[in-house]
């Protein structure tokens, strides 16, 4: 995990100095940090049950290639991939938001990310480690305790795919609560 923490850190970097070169140029404009959109999410009524719908159809498929993916000969470079890709795109974001709204883009970008990620960050870890072990188990374990690994391996994934799903219900209902009243306080 430390490798895997370095990694997310170095991208995280990285993404940070992507955005301090090319911002200048297209921050502005960028999706979620657009001006106009900030302003129209902060009247806007969110419906909670077809937002879980369109997250739960967009994030599943992405979620079940990923476990899937990371599951193979490469899985652990794939995980870690994965995580890159989050460091990058977190450091992007959150330098993107501050050259956008000053210091209050940092709640910005906060806002983003909470209260889902309580959830999503465990089912991560629960993932990576989970995925290591057993196949470091598999290599080790003689055939008598194949049981009990399949079970411990079997719990960890409900416990996953529960976390998965209260991180949905937080994205869905709570989050866009929270995210109206930070951007109420950045405009």
């Not at 498929?61 to 599951?71: F, T, W």
């Not at 411990?152 to 949905?168: H, I, Q, R």
Request: glycine letters at 10%; aromatic letters at 20%.
């Amino acid at each position: 995990m430390k490798k895997t923490t370095f990694l997310f850190f170095l991208l995280f970097l990285s993404g940070v100095i992507c955005a301090n070169i090319s911002g200048v140029v297209f921050g502005r404009e960028l999706g979620a940090m657009n001006e106009y959109f900030i302003n129209r999410y902060m009247y806007a009524d969110i419906q909670g049950s077809e937002l879980f719908l369109f997250l739960f159809y967009e994030r599943l498929p992405r979620c079940i290639l990923l476990a899937v993916l990371s599951a193979g000969i490469y899985g652990t470079l794939v995980a870690d991939g994965y995580f890159c890709y989050l460091g990058f795109s977190v450091g992007f974001l959150s330098v993107i938001a501050i050259m956008n709204y000053g210091i209050k883009g940092i709640l910005l970008v906060t806002g983003f990310f909470l209260p889902q990620w309580f959830f999503y960050a465990p089912v991560l870890w629960i993932w990576h480690t989970e995925l290591r072990y057993y196949k470091r188990q598999g290599k080790e374990m003689a055939a008598g305790g194949q049981k009990k690994r399949h079970m411990k391996f079997a719990v960890s994934v409900f416990l996953a795919g529960l976390l998965f799903f209260l991180g949905l219900f937080a994205e869905s209902y709570v989050n866009p609560f929270f995210l109206q009243k930070i951007v109420r306080i950045v405009e």
